[in-house]
């Protein structure tokens, strides 16, 4: 059973940069060919796609973000993580990892497996 | 402000059914497949629905879904106090506003 479980700091300060990482265990993060995404949640809001990394480490990210976002792949350490710079309060929210599908011959459109989330809260 | 629309809060009792909906337009729902998603505070979300219509493995038949073209629905019937949660739409977008965008989300009671 694939499980993915995210780390990193809770509080930044505003204008530094927010980063997590997302470990998976249960399988290689290599295998297949997956994706690994990053999603948040506002307060009380909806969940917000922010970007994915393939195996091979090409990154697509949300075009809201894009000029203040890196998404990377670790396969040595089986992990992924997120680099958000020059972060303000709206940036504080729950940041969930997700495994984008892959039927064995292309992506699928969907996130089958997620973390818990983790709560980043940007404050001084 | 989603592109995905569903409307924010819904109730039902138990026993009941009820129908959630997801608003998009040609270039996301039109264009592509829809997903949903459970999410109990606190948790991971879960993958209720994939292709529009497909369940994972251990997802109950009480679970379904259905796409017409610019919109979306999750069914849900024989309601059980369990699925109280937040349930989220999803599809991947070809315009810039992509690639994946969510719902707003739907609370679910149940009374």
């Known amino acids: 059973q694939v499980q993915l479980q995210e780390s990193g700091p809770g509080l930044v300060k505003p204008s530094q940069t927010l980063s997590l990482t997302c470990t998976v265990s249960?399988?290689?993060?290599?295998?297949?060919?997956?994706?690994w995404s990053w999603i948040r949640q506002h307060p009380g809001k909806g969940l917000e796609w922010i970007g994915y990394v393939s195996n091979s480490g090409s990154a697509i990210y949300n075009p809201s973000l894009k000029s203040r976002l890196n998404i990377s792949i670790d396969t040595s350490k089986n992990h992924f993580s997120l680099r958000l710079s020059s972060v303000t309060a709206a940036d504080t929210a729950v940041y969930y990892c997700a495994r984008r599908g892959w039927s064995g011959s292309y992506q699928e459109y969907y996130f089958d497996y997620w973390g818990q989330g983790t709560l980043v809260t940007v404050s001084s | 402000q989603s592109v995905l629309t569903q409307p924010p809060s819904m109730s039902a009792a138990p026993g009941q059914r009820v129908t959630i909906s997801c608003f998009g337009g040609t270039s996301n729902i039109g264009y592509n497949y829809v997903s949903w998603y459970q999410h109990l505070p606190g948790t991971a979300p879960k993958l209720l629905i994939y292709d529009n219509n497909k369940r994972p493995s251990g997802i109950p038949d009480r679970f379904s879904g259905s796409k017409s073209g610019t919109s979306a629905t999750l069914d849900i019937t024989g309601l059980q106090t369990g699925d109280e949660a937040d349930y989220y739409c999803a599809a991947w977008d070809i315009s810039l506003s992509g690639p994946v965008l969510f719902g707003g989300g739907t609370k679910l009671t149940v009374l």
């Open positions: 249960g399988g290689s993060i290599i295998s297949g060919g997956y994706s």
